[in-house]
Structures are given as C-alpha cells and as structure tokens.
C-alpha cells in the first residue's frame, strides 16, 4: 500500500535551515504529484510547495516563497524540501502527501495519501 514517511523536522532558531524529506512506498513517484502542508496550532493545514517530478512542476504558496526549494529523485522515490530563512511562523508539523496525476497546487482535499507529519519548531 502507499505510504509516506516525513523526517527531517525538529527545533531551530530563527534564521536556520533545515531538510525535510518524505520517503514514499508503494507507488512510484514520477506517476504522482507531491506536496508539502503544514498545520499550526489552532489553524487549518495549509499547502507549502508542490512538485510533480514527470512534468518538472514545482510552485510554492507566497509566503514561502524565495525561501524553500523543493525537489524530487525518482529513484529513491523521496522528496525533499529545503527550507531556509525560518521564522517563528513557519512552526507547525509538516506533511507530505500524494495524488495520483499532474496536478496544479492541490488543496489539501484534494490528496489522497499522507504522512504521519514531522515537526518543525522555530524559536530562540
């Protein structure tokens, strides 16, 4: 069945990078289009970047912009998603998920398999 494992979160101050990565199985990448969401506290899950690596496709929700990259290695079947620049708003769990197609920046509803979630955490 298909699975998706994030990893890569913890604490950082603000400023910092980290790499987060989703290891998928039981599909193949290049067939699936990929995204990254995260959840805060108290609000709704929210989509950060998208990647459909058959199409070369990426896009990114503004207020990410310019400070993470995401990218993809259909051999390994992971993504990952480099971000940089961190602020205190950008603390949530992060999700990866996946649905089956080429699609452009899909909403949440839309994907048909997640992740269990990885913490990200930007404090001094």
């Known amino acids: 069945q298909v699975q998706l494992v994030e990893s890569g979160g913890g604490l950082v101050q603000p400023g910092g990078s980290l790499i987060l990565s989703c290891l998928g199985s039981?599909?193949?990448?290049?067939?699936?289009?990929i995204g990254w969401f995260r959840q805060a506290p108290g609000k709704e899950r929210e989509g950060v970047s998208w990647?459909?690596?058959?199409?070369?496709?990426?896009d990114y929700a503004d207020s990410v912009k310019g400070r993470f990259t995401i990218s993809g290695d259909n051999a390994k079947n992971m993504v990952y998603l480099q971000v940089n620049s961190l602020k205190p708003e950008d603390t949530a769990v992060y999700y990866c998920?996946?649905?089956?197609?080429?699609?452009?920046?899909?909403?949440?509803?839309?994907?048909?398999?997640w992740g269990e979630g990885t913490l990200v955490t930007v404090s001094s």
């Open positions: 998920a996946a649905v089956r197609g080429n699609w452009y920046a899909p909403t949440a509803r839309t994907m048909d398999y």
């Open positions: 990647i459909s690596t058959s199409s070369g496709y990426t």
């Open positions: 039981g599909f193949t990448l290049d067939a699936y289009t």
